[in-house]
C-alpha cells in the first residue's frame, strides 16, 4: 500500500490511503515528507473524521464548552468470522492495529500525540490461530488518561462501540459510532445546549461521503487539510504502540 501510495506521490498525484499506514514508520514518513514537499494531499481512511458526532465533539472542544479534557474512553469491536481471522494474524499488530486504529485517529485529533503507550494484548479466543484479538492500550497525557478497547468476539459489537469524553465542564458521549447517537452532559448552557444531560439528534450519516467530498475541495484549493501530515504521521506512531508493534531505530 505504501509501495503504491509513493509511487503516485512521486508523479505528481495527490493520495488516499486506505488505514493504516502500513507497519514502517520510517516509510510512512518519506510519504509524507515527499507529498508536503510537492504540496499535495494525503487523505487517511479513518472513517469517523467526519462523523458528525465526532465533528460536534471537536467543535463543542474548541468552543471551550466542555472544558479542559481529562479522560477519553472508546470501544470498537465486532466479531471476525474464522477466515478473517486467519488474514488478520498475519499482522502483528492485531485488532488494534486493524480496527481500532479508527478510534486513536480521533483521539489523537482531540488530545495531540501521547506521552507513553501501553499496550495490553491477549489472545483469548479458543481459535488455533495467533491473532491478537482481546486487546487494550492506554495513553498518557500531563493532565488526561485514555483508554481503547478492541475484542473479535464481541457479539453485536457495533451496537457498543463508543466514544466518551468527559472535560471539566461536561461529558460528550457517542454511541453507537457507525449509526451516531449523543449523550451531553453541560455544567451550564452553551448556545442552544441546556446545562445537564440531553440527547442530541444527528443527520443520518453514510460513511466516505464526505471524505471524499473534503478531499475535493483540498485538490481545489477551497480549502486546507483539516488532518496535518504531522498529526497523521503522529496517528501511524501511536497506532503502532497501541499495537505492541516495535519502531524502527530511526524514528
Request: glycine share 6%.
Amino acid at each position: 500500500m505504501l509501495t503504491t501510495a509513493e509511487t503516485c506521490v512521486d508523479a505528481g498525484m495527490h493520495v488516499h490511503i486506505d488505514k493504516p499506514a502500513g507497519s514502517s514508520l520510517s516509510h510512512f514518513k518519506r510519504v509524507l515528507d515527499k507529498a508536503a514537499a510537492k504540496h499535495l494531499a494525503v487523505q487517511m481512511g479513518y472513517m469517523y473524521r467526519y462523523n458528525p458526532g465526532v465533528v460536534l465533539l471537536r467543535e463543542m472542544l474548541q468552543k471551550g464548552w466542555l472544558g479542559e479534557p481529562f479522560e477519553v474512553h472508546a470501544v470498537m469491536s465486532k466479531v471476525v468470522p474464522p477466515a478473517n481471522r486467519k488474514q488478520l494474524a498475519e499482522f502483528p499488530g492485531g485488532m488494534m492495529f486493524e480496527l481500532s486504529c479508527h478510534l486513536i485517529d480521533s483521539i489523537v485529533k482531540i488530545l495531540g500525540k501521547p506521552d507513553e503507550v501501553t499496550p495490553f494484548n491477549q489472545h483469548a479466543a479458543d481459535v488455533d490461530d495467533t491473532l491478537r484479538d482481546n486487546m487494550l492500550a492506554v495513553f498518557t497525557y500531563p493532565k488526561a488518561i485514555a483508554s481503547v478497547k478492541t475484542a473479535a468476539m464481541e457479539v453485536e459489537g457495533f451496537r457498543r462501540r463508543h466514544l466518551v469524553l468527559c472535560g471539566t465542564e461536561g461529558t460528550f458521549h457517542i454511541q453507537p459510532l457507525d449509526r451516531p447517537a449523543v449523550q451531553l452532559s453541560l455544567s451550564k448552557a452553551r448556545g442552544k445546549y441546556a446545562k445537564g444531560f440531553q440527547e442530541v439528534e444527528l443527520p443520518n450519516y453514510v460513511r466516505y461521503i464526505d471524505d471524499v467530498a473534503d478531499l475535493a475541495k483540498i485538490i481545489r484549493m477551497e480549502k486546507d487539510n483539516d488532518f496535518s501530515y504531522e498529526h497523521d504521521l503522529a496517528v501511524q506512531e501511536t497506532v503502532l504502540r497501541a499495537s505492541g508493534v516495535g519502531l524502527e531505530p530511526d524514528v
